[in-house]
């Protein structure tokens, strides 16, 4: 047990130790867990949020733990795992694009291949300059630091492989010919190089994201607007994408003097009875720019739907956002208190208005500008009232924000 001191209050931290779950229902996790708690002497009605992974069991809508567990407590607000949420994002919407999963199938097979053999990596290192690196499924954003060295150094990685395989060039075992032979042609391909260009700029924007929402201390406003922020790049560049990972391709290619044109016999998902292919009778550029665009949007849903238990929760809790609680009237405000004052039956929206008029004054009276505080989380407004003592003037205020 550790306790800690923070803006003069003191929270207890408690952990109550590990126990067995014996179902795999969400009915019989529910139930393990609330009697565990109970055993504990610890009321759920007294709980005010929940957190868990994003295993469909726990965080789902609905039949879910944390769904069950609101039927017997309703405040008991639940918050998904930003990171992990992100992972999933990327992991479901890419494996959905057969084309993107081979992909990513070749990236790995370059590691495997020079990592197999401390001889091959040594060649690696002399010949390209740089490591290159395994996916990570844990951390989306990793794929970025596996596919980015790739796109920076090819021709040197192309080179090495051109050599590797050549027996007049090289003192290679047949073992080692064999299989740069095998890679050679997987990475020389226009839709290789297609998802090469692709996947560098939407990983970049990915990996930046997912760096900032581990920022230690980050606060929920900030981390729902940079979500938006990767939503709105995924909406308005995902033509732009497409079109500069096809002109690199081709680019490439012509560099290169490979062939555009595609190599063997597609393999079809099979259909129902009646399903037109939606490729039917598109070149395999155009082929290509549906597939990326079908991910751009899956992500893009991906996101708009993990992530909306964090914006109903800005909802739930709007009065108390800065930017509303110091610039809207009075009028506006009994239109956005009850959002709150019905999940939280302790807080009355009278005194709530009150509370923020008072607040105001007291803003003012330290000589703090509406214009420098609409700028502050709402950590930062709980810690001002803190500093100055006003915890007694504004209390509901201050515990609705504390709950926040």
């Known amino acids: 047990m550790k306790e800690a001191k923070y803006f003069g209050i003191i929270f207890e931290k408690s952990f109550l130790g590990f126990f067995s779950i014996a179902g795999k229902t969400a009915v019989e996790l529910t139930e393990t867990i609330l009697t565990q708690l109970e055993s504990d002497n610890l009321d759920i009605q007294l709980c005010r949020a929940q957190g868990y992974d994003n295993a469909a069991k726990m965080a789902g809508v609905h039949g879910s733990v944390q ?26 919407s890419f494996e959905s694009v057969d084309s993107s999963v081979t992909f990513f199938g070749t990236v790995e097979r370059v590691c495997t291949f020079f990592s197999s053999s401390t001889h091959r990596w040594e060649i690696l290192m002399i010949s390209v300059g740089v490591s290159v690196k395994r996916l990570v499924d844990t951390r989306w954003s990793a794929h970025d630091d596996a596919v980015k060295p790739l796109k920076n150094n ?20 047949v073992d080692t010919r064999e299989a740069a032979s095998t890679l050679l042609p997987a990475l020389c391909d226009f839709i290789f190089f297609c998802y090469l260009s692709f996947w560098c700029e939407v990983l970049e924007e990915v990996n930046q994201t997912q760096k900032y929402i581990r920022t230690p201390g980050l606060s929920l406003e900030k981390c729902v607007i940079k ?10 560049e995902r033509i732009q994408i497409v ?8 680019k490439k290619c012509e560099d290169l003097n490979i062939s555009i044109e595609r190599k063997g016999r597609r393999r079809f998902r099979k259909r129902m009875p009646g399903e037109v292919a939606q490729d039917a009778g598109l070149t395999l550029p155009g082929e290509l720019q549906r597939a990326m665009l079908e991910y751009l949007d899956r992500f893009y849903e991906e996101l708009d739907y993990r992530y909306r238990a964090m914006d109903d929760i800005l909802v739930t809790f709007g ?5 509303t609680l110091l610039t809207s009237t009075e009028e506006e405000l009994r239109g956005i208190v009850p959002n709150l004052t019905k999940i939280y ?6 005194d709530i208005i009150l509370e923020i008029l008072r607040l105001r004054r007291h803003l003012e009276a330290a000589s703090i500008s509406s214009q420098e505080a609409v700028r ?17 003037s504004v209390p509901s205020l201050a515990l609705c924000q504390r709950f926040f």
């Open 67 to 92: 769904a069950k567990i609101k039927e017997r407590d309703p405040k008991a607000l639940f918050m998904l795992c930003a990171n992990h949420s992100l992972n999933l994002c990327g992991f479901h």
């Open 154 to 173: 090819f021709e040197k990685l192309v080179l090495t492989l051109e050599q590797m395989c050549d027996p007049s060039r090289s003192k290679e075992n």
């Open 227 to 236: 979500i938006k922020a990767l939503k709105t790049f995924l909406q308005s």
């Open 243 to 250: 079109e500069r990972a096809i002109a690199y391709a081709t």
């Open 319 to 323: 009065v108390i956002k800065p930017q």
């Open 345 to 350: 039956d302790e807080f009355f929206a009278e």
């Open 376 to 392: 502050w989380t709402t950590l930062e407004l709980l810690r001002f009232i803190a500093k100055w003592g006003y915890s007694e």
